[in-house]
T-cell receptor, first 112, second 118 residues
């Protein structure tokens, strides 16, 4: 089955710096890659997603890139702010398979 | 749009009792709902996939007789933790996949239910 690995597990950056989180997946049939932000005790919130027919997507300070050949995708947050501090999860899903497999999560700390 | 609710938001129960958690899609029809469990500082672990009108599909290692799932309508799925024990204490989150999402698996999450078994 699908396996998603996520790195790093913890990331600490200074406010204003960029943060990059990387994920790899195992099943080449995966075609949907969402990223979620989860604050303590709350539901995961979709922040951006990318589909296999594009290589990059950007939404203000957040961007995601996808390399289908290498089977990895990354989240980039620029000009980080303290409110970006949270746990971020990448995920991968296979068309028609319905299941979404989550990475282990990255705890991001943005220091003011 | 795409709002998913969960009830209750938290519950404390005694060991041996059963607890029912409801997951509702409020403004869309969900052909598929997913149930996850999340332990502190860990990722979301898929427990089962629930399709309206059919039996749920459980992930390996999840006891179907202990975690009963009923997806009675396109807007409601329930998870019943039977004979709960302290090790079942966790954050249970449901998500729903819209009927229109035939190709991509975009899901919408409920707010979660924190279960504490004494």
């Amino acid at each position: 089955g699908e396996n998603v690995e996520q790195h790093p597990s913890t990331l600490s950056v200074q406010e204003g710096d960029s943060a990059v989180i990387k994920c790899t997946y195992s099943d080449s049939a995966s075609n949907y890659f969402p990223w979620y932000k989860q604050e303590l005790g709350k539901r995961p919130q979709l922040i951006i997603d990318i589909r296999s027919n594009v290589g990059e997507k950007k939404d203000q300070r957040i961007a995601v890139t996808l390399n289908k050949t290498a089977k990895h995708f990354s989240l980039h947050i620029t000009e980080t702010q303290p409110e970006d501090s949270a746990v971020y999860f990448c995920a991968a899903s296979i068309a028609g398979g319905f299941k979404t497999i989550f990475g282990a999560g990255t705890r991001l700390f943005v220091k003011a | 749009g795409a709002v998913v609710s969960q009830h209750p938001s938290w519950v404390i129960c005694k060991s041996g009792t059963s607890v029912k958690i409801e997951c509702r899609s409020l403004d869309f029809q969900a052909t598929t709902m997913f149930w996850y469990r999340q332990f502190p500082k860990q990722s979301l672990m898929l427990m089962a996939t629930s399709n309206e009108g059919s039996k749920a599909t459980y992930e390996q290692g999840v006891e179907k007789d202990k975690f009963l799932i009923n997806h009675a309508s396109l807007t409601l799925s329930t998870l019943t933790v039977t004979s709960a024990h302290p090790e079942d204490s966790s954050f249970y989150i449901c998500s729903a996949r819209a009927r229109s999402e035939l190709v991509y698996n975009e899901q919408f999450f409920g707010p979660g239910t924190r279960l504490t078994v004494l």
